[in-house]
């Protein structure tokens, strides 16, 4: 028996805590998937951010393919943490036979529907930000978007409606629940600033570091490739964490609707009739 189904009502609290849940019980597996398909375009994007210099002529070619890089990986994010839940709640809580194999066959299309949202959706967001100039209308503005991050949990999870609908239902959803959205993203927003808080340290030994080099009048080949050495493994990892927090983020968005769909329309008691009359 499944307990930690995704259909289920839930409080605020145990939406937070499934995702904890979740990652626990299958880490070595969450991870494996998470290194496997996000740690290519980790190192592509620390390679650029190691060597990011604002007065090289490629620096503007830098930037576009950086951005192409990073939207792409926000998708493939986004389609594996769904698709890993997905899997779990068909399976019967676990993600035995979920192997790379599996997840390829299903990844790419996948990602490319999220892809599809998160192009439409971040404009909005950037647009909404521009409102700060007006206090407090930027962040209330972002707020009221805050439901475009459930289209993609909807899309993959019941891919059988057009995306104007799913738009529709997103915002449907995530406007009856608006305040338990608005904490779970605030929630989730300090989790990932404790994440980050955990390169930062490492990235202040290298600035401490690259500052005693730069002072100093030893010229050391070795000095100099120890310190290059340590910038792009520390930007390799930053950019994972990066993609780490965000799939924390797309597991609570998803059990955030998986709870209010559940709680408003009743599909975790309609599924599970489905079910029972699919075993008769």
């Not at 401490?208 to 340590?230: A, G, K, M, N």
Request: proline share 3%.
């Amino acid at each position: 028996m499944n307990s930690n189904r995704l259909y289920k009502n839930r409080t605020l609290t145990d939406n937070v805590n499934m995702v904890f849940d979740f990652v626990g019980e299958n880490w070595r597996k969450w991870f494996k998937m998470m290194a496997y398909f996000l740690m290519p375009f980790s190192v592509l994007l620390g390679t650029m951010l190691a060597n990011f210099d604002i007065e090289t002529p490629s620096f503007g070619m830098t930037l576009v393919a950086s951005g192409i890089l990073f939207f792409v990986g926000c998708a493939v994010v986004n389609a594996l943490q769904i698709l890993l839940l997905k899997w779990h709640e068909t399976h019967n809580g676990t993600l035995d036979g979920c192997d790379m194999g599996a997840m390829w066959r299903m990844l790419p299309r996948a990602t490319l529907k999220c892809l599809v949202v998160i192009l439409i959706g971040t404009p909005a967001i950037v647009v909404a930000n521009l409102f700060n100039i007006i206090p407090f209308a930027g962040l209330v503005a972002v707020f009221a978007l805050l439901p475009v991050f459930l289209i993609c949990p909807i899309m993959l999870l019941e891919p059988n409606d057009s995306l104007m609908n799913n738009i529709k239902r997103a915002f449907k959803l995530g406007h009856k629940k608006w305040g338990r959205l608005i904490l779970i993203t605030l929630i989730m927003g300090v989790v990932s600033f404790l994440i980050n808080n955990a390169i930062t340290f490492p990235r202040g030994i290298y600035t401490i570091l690259d500052s005693i080099f730069q002072f100093s009048t030893t010229d050391s080949v070795f000095w100099s490739f120890l310190i290059d050495l340590l910038n792009y493994v520390l930007s390799v990892a930053q950019c994972f964490m990066i993609f780490v927090e965000m799939g924390l983020f797309v597991l609570a968005m998803t059990y955030y609707y998986g709870s209010v769909a559940t709680e408003v329309e009743d599909i975790g008691l309609e599924s599970d009739i489905d079910n029972f009359a699919q075993l008769k």
